[in-house]
Each structure stands twice: as structure tokens, then as C-alpha cells.
């Protein structure tokens, strides 16, 4: 099957299409779609640098990009293979971590359910995260 891009007008096949949603297919195609990420953080450049300056402003959250990296190498790589939400069973699964100093010890939780463990883990994540000095 193919669809026409509606930036640069190819028909393409559906696999230069990125997924939107739960069924559905980015109306751009990857390498439109691509052009114009790089063309919004050119032309959004302080926006870009202030994100980042918020990530990577404690060791902590350095060390948690670095963990969500090896999740996503270790996807890319096969070593590690996304599942269902454990609570609900749901397909659209972000990975959590109990433990950061385990980068690809996660748990697989759609983000309702991601969003309530963290609410319940908070406190207790914080002794979780001043472990994560032994990652470096």
C-alpha cells in the first residue's frame, strides 16, 4: 500500500511514514518530517538549549538521560523488547525504572500507569537516585 506525503507530494510506501497514534500514519514523510525537526530547532535554538539545560542541570538527570539511552540502544539492538503494561495489558508502553543503577531492569507501563507509580514512588525514588553516581 502507499500514501502521498502532503509536504513534499511522493507516493510512498507506508513504511516512509511514521506512526501517529494507535492506528494511524504521520500525514509527512520521514524525510520531510526529519527536514522539519531540524528546521523548527534551528529556528528554535534557545527554546532547544533551555530544555537542555533543564535536563542535564543535576548529575541526576544527566544520569537519567544516560539511562533512557541504553533503553533505547539495548531496543534498537534486540536485547531489550518492549511489553505490554503490567497493569493494564496495553501496547503503548513507556519504560520505568525502580532502580536507575539497573539501566535495563525496567518495567513496562502505559503512561496512566506510569504517571500513578510515580506519584507513589517519589519519595522513595529519591534514595533510588543518589545511587545512580555509581552509573559513571
Request: proline share 3%; hydrophobic share 35%.
Amino acid at each position: 500500500m502507499t500514501k502521498r506525503c502532503s509536504h513534499c507530494r511522493e507516493v510512498l510506501p507506508l513504511s516512509s511514514f511514521w506512526k501517529a497514534g494507535k492506528c494511524g500514519l504521520h500525514n509527512r514523510c520521514k524525510k520531510c518530517h526529519q527536514a522539519g525537526c531540524i528546521k523548527w530547532r534551528k529556528n528554535n535554538r534557545e527554546y532547544v538549549a533551555a530544555a537542555m539545560r533543564r535536563i542535564y542541570r543535576t548529575e541526576a538527570g544527566r544520569r537519567r538521560a544516560i539511562v533512557r539511552g541504553r533503553v533505547q540502544n539495548a531496543l534498537k539492538s534486540g536485547k531489550l523488547v518492549r511489553r505490554p503494561c503490567e497493569v493494564c495489558g496495553d501496547v503503548r508502553v513507556q519504560a520505568h525504572h525502580d532502580d536507575y543503577t539497573k539501566p535495563l531492569d525496567v518495567r513496562w507501563l502505559c503512561p496512566k500507569h506510569h504517571h500513578e507509580v510515580h506519584g507513589q514512588v517519589l519519595v522513595r525514588n529519591e534514595t533510588a537516585l543518589a545511587g545512580i553516581a555509581k552509573l559513571a
